[in-house]
C-alpha cells in the first residue's frame, strides 16, 4: 500500500517532519499495537486536523491556529523550539526539519516528498522505512 505523491503531502507536517516515517504513523497504518509493541497512534498532524501539537503547535500561535502551513512561512524561522526539535533529530535519527524546511521552502512538497521516498524505500518491499528505527514495518 505504498502511497501517491498527492496522499504524502498531508502526511508532511508544519516542522517538516515526515509522519510517513514516524513509528507511531506506521503501527497506525499496519495495526501493529494489538502486538502491544508502541502504545500511541497518530495519523499525522495535518491528516488529523491537528497542527503540530506534539513539537511546536503548543508554542507557536501561527501554527496552531492554521495560519501557516509550513514553520519556513514564519518570519521567526527557524525558532527556538524548531531549533531542538531539529538538533534532537539530527543526533537521534540522522535527519533534520530545518534541511527539510528548506528543501520544501527551495524545490516545492512535490520533489521534497519525490526524495523522501527514494530516500527511505525498503529495498525489499517498497514501503518507507521507519526513521525512528531504520526498520521497514512491512516485511
Excluded at 500511541?40 to 508554542?59: D, E, H, S, W
Excluded at 535527519?95 to 528548506?102: A, P, Q
Amino acid at each position: 500500500m505504498v502511497l501517491k505523491i498527492k496522499e504524502k503531502e498531508d502526511l508532511i507536517a508544519p516542522c517538516g517532519m515526515n509522519c510517513s516515517l514516524c513509528i507511531a504513523y506506521i503501527f497506525n497504518k499496519f495495526n501493529l499495537n494489538k502486538e502491544g509493541f508502541h502504545k500511541k497512534y497518530c495519523p499525522g498532524c495535518i491528516a488529523r486536523k491537528q497542527n503540530c501539537v506534539f513539537a511546536l503547535g503548543k508554542k507557536c500561535d501561527l501554527i496552531a491556529n492554521g495560519k501557516i502551513r509550513f514553520c519556513y512561512e514564519c518570519n521567526k524561522f527557524p525558532c527556538e523550539g524548531l531549533k531542538r526539535l531539529d538538533k534532537r533529530y539530527r543526533a537521534k535519527y540522522n535527519m533534520s526539519m530545518i534541511d527539510n524546511l528548506n528543501c520544501i521552502k527551495e524545490n516545492g512538497i512535490d520533489q521534497f516528498i519525490k526524495k523522501e521516498i527514494e530516500k527511505w524505500k525498503c529495498k525489499t518491499c517498497g514501503e518507507s522505512k521507519c526513521c525512528h528505527n531504520g526498520l521497514c514495518l512491512n516485511c
